[in-house]
């Protein structure tokens, strides 16, 4: 049976090795901890479909390696990506540090109008936290960023990250912000029940975004 759904966004998960990119996917996907998790090599994919605000949308996620010697190929990962989740890990100052490099990038590469949300990870681990809630969420306000401390290990708004992400999208496609039909928006209607006969030539409906490898799927 096919699945039916409103909307498709492209989103992508970036920041620095060990932060718990994988892991938070993991969580998102499957809701369980992934306790062995190693190091991505590559790009990982995974998809799932949600509900915001009573319309369906697929998100098709892309996770990539945040180890340095897979930055070219993580790169050409962004284009097109409607969303975009970059985290760190409160319990690691050198995550936080880099993660302007991170922003920098994914404003460059990804869909113009990129809506990122910045993940303070490893929220269960605060006895050993090394950047404080304060500084990071002055840092997301001042460079319009939305903001969310999460734990992969408890579930902890893992689920909100993404669902805060896509309803941001949401609401900028319903006020004509960002425009679906625009060519590497990172957004596609999805399947029309047949009964309709939608003429759908000329737009992008039904078109899934096709990657240049998958090199794990979950
Ligand atoms: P790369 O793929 O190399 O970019 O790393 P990544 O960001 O995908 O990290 P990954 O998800 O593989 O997690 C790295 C380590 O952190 C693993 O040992 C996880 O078990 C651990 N970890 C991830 N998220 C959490 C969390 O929320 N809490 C705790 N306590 N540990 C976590
Ligand atoms: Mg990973």
């Not at 669902?163 to 039909?181: Q, Y």
Request: hydrophobic share 35%.
């Amino acid at each position: 049976m096919s699945e039916s759904y409103d909307y498709l966004f492209k989103f992508l998960v970036i920041g620095n090795a060990g932060a718990g990119k994988s892991c938070l996917l993991h969580q998102f996907i499957e809701n369980k901890f992934k306790e062995d998790s190693s190091h991505t090599i590559g790009v990982e994919f995974g998809s799932k479909i949600i509900n915001v605000g009573g319309k369906s949308v697929k998100l098709q996620i892309w996770d990539t390696a945040g180890q340095e010697r897979f930055r070219s190929v993580t790169k050409s990962y962004y284009r097109g990506a409607a969303g975009a989740l970059l985290v760190y890990d409160i319990t690691s100052r050198d995550s936080f540090n880099v993660v302007s490099t991170w922003l920098r990038d994914a404003r460059l590469l990804a869909s113009p109008g990129v809506v990122i949300l910045l993940i303070g990870n490893k929220k269960d681990l605060d006895v050993e936290r090394q950047v404080t809630f304060i500084e990071a969420s002055q840092f997301a306000q001042e460079n319009e960023l939305m903001f969310l401390e999460t734990s992969a290990k408890t579930g902890e708004s893992v689920e909100e990250s993404f669902l805060k992400c896509s309803k941001t999208i949401l609401a900028k496609i319903e006020s004509g912000e960002l425009d679906p039909d625009r060519t590497g928006s990172g957004i596609q209607y999805g399947s029309q029940p047949k009964t309709l006969n939608v003429n759908t030539s000329g737009d992008n409906r039904n078109k899934l975004f096709t990657p240049d490898c998958i090199c794990n799927t979950y």
